[in-house]
């Protein structure tokens, strides 16, 4: 069976995991995220692969890279990613990444983007899925009223994420 090298990382924001395969990340995952049981099942699933506490020496770069963008001096990440998810979900996913760093977009503007906006609900699930947290900037996304909505690594991450980017100025969201 295939192997997912993971090495929990703790980060000033909170545990998360980091999960390589074939040299691709395919696991940047908050630890104790209310769907952790159902993510690990799709990636471990749709790998064919199981799930094994042993350093890569990808994990190093990501967390390097990790420690740059919650200290403002990284906007962008240079890891190779690996997507493991429905075509409806990657498509999802490809789309938060086109996000510029410190703004936001609604769910309801995500799904006129994917041109499915009468799927917004399955959009925000694909959000939600989204099992490469920060790298594919799920936080991005808030509601249409400008309130911030589900997170995996809850609200307050979520907020402190967008503080970082400087998409919270003076209490107002930059929006995409």
């Known amino acids: ?11 000033h924001l909170g545990n998360v995991l980091i999960g390589v395969y074939d040299h691709q990340l395919c696991l940047l995952d908050w630890q104790y995220r209310k769907q952790r049981v159902a993510i690990d099942h799709r990636i471990t699933k749709y790998l064919d692969a199981s799930y094994i506490f042993e350093d890569h020496p990808l994990h190093q770069k990501v967390i390097e890279q990790l420690q740059e963008y919650f200290c403002k001096k990284r906007k962008q990440f240079e890891i190779p990613l690996l997507l493991t ?90 929006l995409f």
């Open 85 to 174: 998810g429905s075509a409806f979900q990657q498509t999802v996913w490809n789309e938060l990444m086109k996000i510029p760093y410190g703004h936001t977009i609604s769910y309801l503007t995500l799904s006129r983007k994917l041109n499915h906006e009468k799927a917004i609900r399955a959009v925000a699930s694909a959000n939600g899925a989204n099992a490469l947290s920060i790298l594919i900037p799920c936080h991005r996304v808030i509601a249409s009223n400008g309130e911030l909505k589900g997170y995996a690594g809850g609200l307050t991450v979520k907020k402190k994420l967008l503080q970082i980017e400087g998409a919270l100025n003076r209490g107002q969201l930059n």
């Open 1 to 11: 069976m295939n192997k997912i090298f993971i090495k929990p990382y703790q980060s």
